[in-house]
């Protein structure tokens, strides 16, 4: 009886240990996503509505990696230091860190007609701001809506429609140069497409598709990385819960039992009397934590 739970401490002890680590890995993979978010997807994000653009994905992700390595700590700490408090307050951390990672991904898939028509509507604006060239952020949208285009291989918004009422050539039918279809050009020529998008009459020249479905496709990308990521941790946070719940319990039923000990035999007989009791899953706990 003693050996059996002695060991089934030991191997909760183990998991706990062992789930925590990986929580604790899973923090810093969470900063590393985050990080490349920042660094490598936030080509478009200043078309993009601040809510969804990466730079928010890759801040919720980074917050999210910064907590868990927090969390982490304190639950390591609360064994340690076999401190009943702190792995309260680790476990209450966990489960507020669990219920906002489930709102959050329930909330994306709730909102996803939203965050389309908000990204079109966004679109809309920045198009109708790239005409001033002597505004800097004016000429960064310009060259953004163009590598857009380039890469994405689209033009305008819903159609190439939506540069005809373009201020800088309004009432006339142009657009970009980057709305071209390569395909329609001598490639071997470097000046094949100059001017391409001021050709007269030349509308099968030109991408027929609009940039709001494909760009809102390329942004519902950063928020499903961070839902994957949120669906992951959720899974080992539960591993986590049920861990260090069993090693609270743990804590609770050892503090009680001195507790009690040390009212019915006085402090000088307590150890003799750990050793007297017939409770094996307390002499266990006493084996294993001291």
């Known amino acids: 009886m003693l050996f059996s739970n002695l060991l089934s401490v030991r191997l909760h002890n183990y998991l706990f240990y062992t789930s925590n680590a990986v929580f604790w890995s899973c923090g810093w993979g969470a900063l ?26 890759a801040g919720l992700c980074v917050s999210i990696g910064a907590m868990i390595l927090i ?9 340690w230091l076999r401190s009943k408090c702190l ?42 701001a790239t005409y001033n060239s002597d505004n800097s952020r004016a000429i960064l949208l ?4 163009n590598k857009m285009q380039i890469d994405l291989k689209c033009c305008g918004v819903d159609s190439y429609a939506d540069w005809f009422f373009f201020p800088r050539w309004k009432g006339r039918r142009f657009v970009p140069d980057s709305c071209c279809l390569p395909s329609k050009f ?45 669906l992951l941790f959720g899974f080992i946070e539960l591993i986590v819960l049920a861990s260090s719940l069993r090693l609270l319990c743990n804590l609770h039923q050892k503090e009680t039992w001195r507790r009690h000990s040390s009212i019915v ?7 003799k009397g750990s050793t007297a009791r017939n409770d094996g899953s307390l ?3 006493e084996v294993e934590t001291e």
């Open 71 to 79: 969390i982490s700590f304190i639950g390591c700490a609360s064994v």
């Open 283 to 285: 002499l266990a706990f």
């Open 142 to 145: 310009w060259e953004t809506w």
């Open 87 to 128: 792995m309260i307050s680790f476990f209450c951390f966990v489960s507020l860190l669990f219920l906002i990672q489930c709102m959050t991904g329930i909330m994306g898939f709730m909102y996803e007609d939203v965050v389309r028509e908000r990204a079109k509507m966004a679109l809309r604006l920045t198009i109708n």
């Open 265 to 271: 035999c006085g402090p000088s007989d307590r150890k």
């Open 32 to 57: 590393a996503v985050g990080i490349w978010l920042y660094t490598q997807k936030n080509v478009y994000s200043v078309l993009a509505p601040t809510s969804y653009s990466a730079m928010s994905a």
């Open 186 to 230: 001598n490639a071997t020529m470097p000046n094949s497409m100059l001017n391409c998008g001021k050709i007269a009459h030349s509308f099968t020249l030109w991408h027929p598709r609009g940039c709001a479905e494909p760009f809102t496709d390329w942004l519902l990308q950063h928020l499903r990385i961070v839902r994957v990521i949120a």
